[in-house]
């Protein structure tokens, strides 16, 4: 199995792959589904359905935040952060959704976002269900999806042990261990950055592999900055006090975070993705 790391880092809102990106990636992969086939226009109201883990601790993970920012047409990569509460509040108030931000409808998350705490489906534990209502309440369309971990999204029509193909790609300097990784360095001349960047050439240029890791950088970056600089309480339902912001404070010895100011994308907090996008 080849394995890039644009497959172990990747940008998405948090707290969490599984239970927040992944639940976003399927509800935007629903609607999408429903315009190209021409459902759109026909939908009334759309309901969704968590079960497993996701039901169990989505309200935590801001699962009901993401399945409802998917449905209005936000990917997790470029969801803007300091507009998530907003438009949520927004929905949660009129009882109404844009589906993709162009066609709306009824949409009642009391009512059409059912977390089953105590319910799973047969092949995940974070499992979601989805599905589209005519005027007449007639099912348009009705899929099931389950977030398998790393923000990673199948459905049922993937069914059986095959849901999850691997890369196949033959890498030039491939290695299992940490002794073959190192006679792979011997082999090529090189150091580990040089082996891994070798093999990254197999899927992509050296300037994409290039911007597209300055780009991670900065991210994270920025996550970090951002979250020294925002006070009050994290995301969610626990209540936990930023404390980043009197840590890096000027003159506090040891004090990690630089205190520039500006405009920043990314925000991580202490509870935020790596290489986040802010927690729902």
Wanted: aromatic share 4%.
């Amino acid at each position: 199995m080849a394995l890039s790391v644009f497959d172990l880092f990747s940008i998405g809102i948090g707290p969490s792959s599984s239970h927040t990106v992944g639940p976003m990636r399927a509800a935007v992969m629903f609607a999408t589904g429903l315009h190209d086939d021409g459902l759109l226009e026909a939908t009334v109201t759309v309901k969704a359905e968590l079960f497993g883990s996701l039901g169990a601790t989505g309200h935590g993970h801001g699962s009901d935040k993401a399945v409802i920012l998917g449905l209005l047409g936000e990917h997790p990569e470029t969801v803007e952060p300091d507009d998530v509460t907003e438009r949520v509040a927004a929905v949660r108030q009129t009882h109404r959704l844009a589906l993709l931000g162009r066609h709306e409808v009824a949409f009642d998350p009391a009512e059409d976002l059912v977390m089953h705490r105590r319910r799973s489906l047969p092949f995940h534990p974070n499992g979601m269900q989805l599905s589209a209502l005519d005027a007449a309440g007639v099912v348009l369309r009705s899929r099931t999806y389950y977030s398998v971990g790393g923000g990673f999204v199948v459905d049922e029509a993937a069914a059986g042990a095959d849901r999850i193909t691997t890369d196949q790609t033959v890498l030039p300097y491939p290695y299992r261990t940490g002794v073959e990784l190192l006679e792979q360095c011997n082999r090529l001349g090189g150091s580990i950055s040089d082996v891994m960047l070798a093999n990254e050439l197999s899927w992509r240029s050296t300037d994409h592999v290039h911007e597209s890791l300055l780009h991670i950088w900065q991210v994270m970056q920025d996550c970090v900055e951002r979250g020294c600089l925002r006070e009050g309480t994290l995301p969610g339902g626990l209540k936990v006090r930023r404390r980043a912001r009197e840590l890096t404070a000027p003159g506090r010895p040891g004090a990690p975070c630089s205190r520039r100011r500006g405009s920043h994308h990314a925000h991580g907090g202490e509870h935020g993705r790596a290489l986040g996008r802010p927690p729902l």
